[in-house]
């Protein structure tokens, strides 16, 4: 995912602040979290285009670019790039706002792909967009 000097691309679809449970043996926040983080964002944009439940088939090109420390501020950001029958493309990307002051700065990328399920966890067809 390129990044972008102009700030984060699609919309904001997560806030939270970074605790010290969320650390690892370093005293930096967890990559895991981090990521888990980004897998609910996609769910949250992927799911409301589907109208629907859906589900994390694949992440790629995942890199944590900068370290991220207990109380930032953690604003993870989605864009849809693109759709096929029943799945969803989504560009994740996670910035930090450093103890809530100050530019936000860029931490995490990555692109996640979701599938749209029905019930019983069998791919469904994309409803129309509208």
Same mark, same amino acid.
């Given at each position: 995912?390129?990044?972008?000097?102009?700030?984060?691309?699609?919309?904001?679809?997560?806030?939270?602040?970074?605790?010290?449970?969320?650390?690892?043996?370093?005293?930096?926040?967890?990559?895991?979290?981090?990521?888990?983080?980004?897998?609910?964002?996609?769910?949250?944009?992927?799911?409301?285009?589907?109208?629907?439940? %859906?589900?994390?088939?694949?992440?790629?090109?995942?890199?944590?670019?900068?370290? +991220?420390? +207990?109380?930032?501020?953690?604003?993870?950001?989605?864009?849809?790039?693109?759709?096929?029958?029943?799945?969803?493309?989504?560009?994740?990307?996670?910035?930090?706002?450093?103890?809530?002051?100050?530019?936000?700065?860029?931490?995490?990328?990555?692109?996640? %792909?979701?599938?749209?399920?029905?019930?019983?966890?069998?791919?469904?067809?994309?409803?129309?967009?509208?």
């Amino acid at each position: 995912m390129p990044s972008s000097s102009l700030g984060p691309r699609g919309e904001l679809s997560l806030r939270t602040v970074a605790m010290p449970a969320d650390t690892n043996p370093a005293g930096d926040i967890f990559g895991g979290w981090i990521m888990s983080l980004m897998d609910l964002a996609a769910g949250v944009a992927a799911g409301t285009r589907a109208k629907g439940r %859906v589900a994390t088939a694949a992440v790629s090109n995942l890199s944590f670019l900068q370290p +991220v420390k +207990v109380g930032d501020v953690v604003c993870v950001y989605t864009d849809i790039t693109r759709t096929g029958r029943t799945s969803i493309t989504v560009g994740v990307e996670a910035y930090v706002l450093r103890r809530n002051q100050g530019e936000r700065v860029r931490v995490t990328a990555a692109e996640f %792909v979701l599938v749209a399920v029905d019930d019983h966890g069998v791919p469904r067809t994309l409803p129309p967009e509208g």
